[in-house]
């Protein structure tokens, strides 16, 4: 016993944070394959078992279960709650209950705590906890009563109260899983519904600490001096907002030039609303109001590279996030301009913040294009084109889950796959990648420069 607790000490905090994932995965796993779990009361296969567990605690969102109607009330009860720990992010949960508990938390817990938030400095977790816990019960109430109606309205009293819980959830943890079998095809007329899974994504995708920032500064009456927002809220407002509105615009463009695949739409108004919520969705939520294999090569294009950038910092969202497509970007013009400092909102970015987006943002292409090359070949013979495949592989890396259909269709094999590039995606591949190297092997030793020719 003593020699697996010193094993377990010696485990870096990225270390622990990649673990807690996998085990809390393998954990929801066994929890689904029961037949308590599962509406034909057996046991329920280990890859679709794992692969709704790891989707569920990644909030990711694609699915090879009919969660409405192949899980059991307990089965869906245990996929909330996989969402619900997921989208807090693990090591928060647990710091939640050893507050709770009243247990001090150590240093070295502390450093896991920060990694698991996306935080760079030390956090001070004891207040930041329980706003954490009041953000998430606030907002997520919020979106019960305002599902609550649609929900009753749909599915009755006892599984409407149910739905309303279970949505509210999935949408403020950008999971994208639905009890609905088409997702939200059926409420695309539903404009309200549709705001409200709309809103909640981007509250959640913006980042526990850009909405503790916004409390502090517009809401909290402790506050005497109103502060500046630091540069990583400023950052993260603008860009997300700035995307919101490029890509309403381009999705509408591409539906109005494509408008031969939706003349079920009856106005522009309906297309401006399609347009709008796809756009939306398609940065981190995962949910659909349309069937996604309908979509030109052109709108679906356009998605990947919006799941691929995806949401803020420390929230509830995937992808490289918005901070890191700010700091790739002014390196870019920076450098064009053979100007020395990288600078936004006129603050110099530090070397280490451009030096982890370039690895950010290199390491998650590189492991989709890996990923998709693997499934391409896994796949041969079978009538899914290759930008499905790469649909569906961003979909997953970035924990987005949006899908073209070709989900259960997949081999196990490529099933796994996916399930490796959400349990990467979810915590970053940054933290993956710093999961693998040693912590002391790290020196610091400054070599000669020396140029080389590029482009």
Sequence with gaps: MPIKKANFKK??????TMLSFVALSFIGTLMLMLPISNTNHHWRDF?????????????TGLAVVDIGKEFSL????????????????YMTMTTIFLYMLG??????????????NNSDGKIDFTGFVIKIGLFTLIIETFGFLTMLYTSVEHS??????????FHSVSAFCNAGLSLYTDSLC??????????????????????????????????????KARHALSLHTRVSIKVTFTLLLVGILTQSLLIYFMGDLFTEFRSH????????????????????????????????????????????????????????????????????????????????????????????FISTVAGILFATFLINILEIGKSQRFIEQLFEVTSAFTTVGLSTGITGDLSNSSLIILCICMIIGRPGPLLFLMALIPEDSCKRIRYSEEAILIG
């Design 74 to 89: 307990f089965g869906q009860f245990v996929t909330l709650i996989l969402m619900q720990v997921g989208g807090l992010s």
């Design 156 to 165: 009755g009293l006892g599984k409407g109260i149910f739905a309303a819980i």
């Design 47 to 59: 890859v679709s078992a794992f692969f709704m567990s790891v989707s569920s605690v990644c909030v």
């Design 186 to 223: 059926s409420f695309r007329d539903n404009y309200f519904y549709l705001a409200m899974f709309s809103l909640l994504p981007i509250i959640g995708g913006l980042g526990y600490t850009v909405l503790n920032e916004l409390w502090v500064k517009f809401i909290s009456k402790k506050t």
């Design 11 to 16: 485990l870096s905090p990225a270390q622990f």
């Design 103 to 116: 247990k001090k938390i150590s240093y070295s817990d502390s450093k896991i705590f920060d990694l698991s």
């Design 269 to 360: 108004f309906d297309n401006i609303s399609l347009a709008s919520f796809q756009s939306i969705a398609s940065r981190s939520s995962g949910f659909n109001s349309i069937p996604l294999n309908d979509l030109g090569d052109a709108s679906l294009i356009f998605l990947i590279v919006w799941m691929f950038i995806g949401a803020c910092p420390g929230g509830t969202g995937g992808g490289i996030k918005v901070t890191t497509l700010a700091v790739i970007a002014v390196m870019m013009w920076s450098s064009l301009r053979e100007t020395g400092d990288t600078k936004l909102f006129n603050r110099a970015v530090p070397d280490i913040v451009k030096q982890r987006s370039v690895v950010v």
